[in-house]
């Protein structure tokens, strides 16, 4: 059986720390170690959680062979970000947010697992980035919080 094959933005290894959203988060995570999902980490994430809190570089270390992919940022990503800020899904000051879920489109994840509720897990912005996504010759990408998914 195919695993599921889920991008997780910097919000969810943030919020493995975050007394309101850590026990979904680790879930997420867990489920990943499990084998229950593959973690799809794009260079962006490793990218911001470099630039975090130490703690949170620890949240995906030891995941177990065959639990994660990387996702590396690309041209092709980049475009689609740039169709994003173009169609005014969100704001060039929401590039990076624009940019996860580009990385997620290119590499044809299942699901986006995310605790952005402004700019990414709204009803509106997921409108508009898989609208943006047909337009441009992709397919409709499912954005959900780790709740939703746990």
């Known amino acids: 059986m195919k695993r599921t094959r889920v991008y997780v933005d910097t919000s969810v290894i943030g919020g493995c720390f975050d007394k309101e959203f850590a026990a979904e988060s680790r879930a997420v995570v867990q489920a990943a170690r499990e084998g229950r999902f593959v ?3 794009s260079d962006l994430m490793a990218a911001e959680v470099e630039a975090g809190p130490p703690v949170l ?3 995906l270390k030891d995941l177990p062979e065959g639990s994660s992919e990387r996702v590396a940022i690309s041209e ?3 475009r ?6 173009l169609a005014k899904v969100v704001g060039p000051a929401h590039a990076k947010d624009a940019h996860h879920i ?9 699901l986006v697992v995310s605790w952005n509720f402004k700019h990414i897990v709204h009803w509106d912005k997921i409108r508009g980035f898989n609208a943006v996504n047909l337009l441009q ?3 409709a990408i499912e954005i959900r919080s780790p709740q939703e998914v746990i």
Do not use: C, M, N
């Open 102 to 110: 580009a990385l997620a489109t290119v590499a044809r994840a299942d």
């Open 57 to 59: 570089q620890g949240v």
């Open 80 to 85: 689609l970000r740039d169709a994003y800020l």
């Open 137 to 139: 010759g992709y397919a």
């Open 76 to 78: 092709e990503s980049e």
């Open 39 to 41: 973690l799809l980490l």
